[in-house]
């Protein structure tokens, strides 16, 4: 798929909409998701226009891809989650119904998570 340059994530890095930030560095920008699904629920995204893991990982400079991952784990630290457990996870595509198309990962914290995604699918596939 190719980046759109005017999808929402990539307009909050413009700085053209807002953002509850909570980390940011030359590699990566975190801030609130706009409709949390946790106590803590924030978003972490390159500075760069990937669509996803898989276009991230194969494209983008090595430095930005450390630096990215480096952002992620800070993010947690910052947000006090390392001690307490938290969860992270990064939607890609039609399956896992990615919404917006920029790389994101999501820190979901604050609270026991449950398991990690929903029974039931045993046999429909
Ligand atoms: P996805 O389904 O693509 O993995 O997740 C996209 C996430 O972006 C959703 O959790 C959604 O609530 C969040 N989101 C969508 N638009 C905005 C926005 O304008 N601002 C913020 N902070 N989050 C957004």
Redesign the pocket.
Known sequence: MAYDENN?FAR?LRGE?P?KKVYEDDFALA?????PQAPVHV?VIPKGPYVSMADFTAHAPEELVVGFMRAVGKTADELGLVEPGYRTLA?AGEHA????PHL?I?IFGGKPLGPMLIKGWEGTI
């Not at 801030?31 to 409709?35: K, L, S, W």
């Not at 119904?97 to 917006?100: N, R, S, Y």
């Open positions: 929402i909050i909409i953002c801030f609130h998701d706009i409709n978003l939607n119904h990615q919404e917006v994101h999501h």
